[in-house]
């Protein structure tokens, strides 16, 4: 079965940092990619963040891509985001999601998994 819990979100002053962390369990982590979504309240889901199975390549939207770091550490299962400059727009609750597919293709693309989430508050 997979697992994966969110955890280190929080309250948070502007401009302050967070690092979120994601345990997996119940499949292969190293054979893929990983996503941090995040929901904003009243809003709909919104794509923070990718990396590829071994940590080789990394995409980020564009609002994130210099405040926000995506990291993974196979030999623990886990996966990281590191959160700097943290604006009032980022409150959210964050979500790791395992893609479909594995890095050789198996699978469905419907098949993708996400966690219950961490709430992420920045307030002052």
């Known amino acids: 079965e997979v697992q994966l819990v969110e955890s280190g979100g929080g309250l948070v002053q502007p401009g302050g940092s967070l690092r979120l962390s994601c345990a997996a369990s119940?499949?292969?982590?190293?054979?893929?990619?990983m996503s941090w979504v995040r929901q904003a309240p009243g809003k709909g889901l919104e794509w923070v963040s990718a990396?590829?199975?071994?940590?080789?390549?990394?995409y980020y939207a564009e609002s994130m891509i210099v405040r926000f770091t995506i990291t993974r550490d196979n030999a623990k299962n886990t996966l990281y985001l590191q959160m700097n400059s943290l604006q009032s727009e980022d409150t959210a609750v964050y979500y790791c999601?395992?893609?479909?597919?594995?890095?050789?293709?198996?699978?469905?693309?419907?098949?993708?998994?996400w966690g219950r989430g961490t709430q992420v508050t920045v307030c002052s």
């Open positions: 999601a395992k893609d479909g597919r594995d890095r050789k293709s198996r699978g469905s693309l419907y098949c993708q998994s």
């Open positions: 119940g499949f292969s982590f190293d054979d893929y990619a």
């Open positions: 990396i590829s199975w071994n940590g080789g390549n990394t």
